[in-house]
């Protein structure tokens, strides 16, 4: 799983709210530069399955993630 805070149609309006945010802090807000590092998380399938199983137990909030189209 990749996770790009980049591509968030609603990233800042919802990173308090997302798992990501409580796992690695909240992503820097507005948009990168073309020339800075991206914003990606990779996630090994086996850890997105263990987020996705805390989310729905309600220890963490779930992955806030909306492609922008």
Known sequence: MIIDCDS???AGAA???CVVSV???V???PPRQADAP???TVLPD???AAVAV???SGL???LRLVRAS
Do not use: I, N, T
């Open 60 to 62: 963490v909030p779930p």
């Open 46 to 48: 086996a850890h997105a």
């Open 23 to 25: 796992l690695l802090g």
């Open 38 to 40: 991206s914003r990606q």
């Open 8 to 10: 968030c149609a609603v």
């Open 54 to 56: 805390l989310a729905e």
């Open 27 to 29: 992503p820097e807000v």
């Open 15 to 17: 990173c308090g709210d």
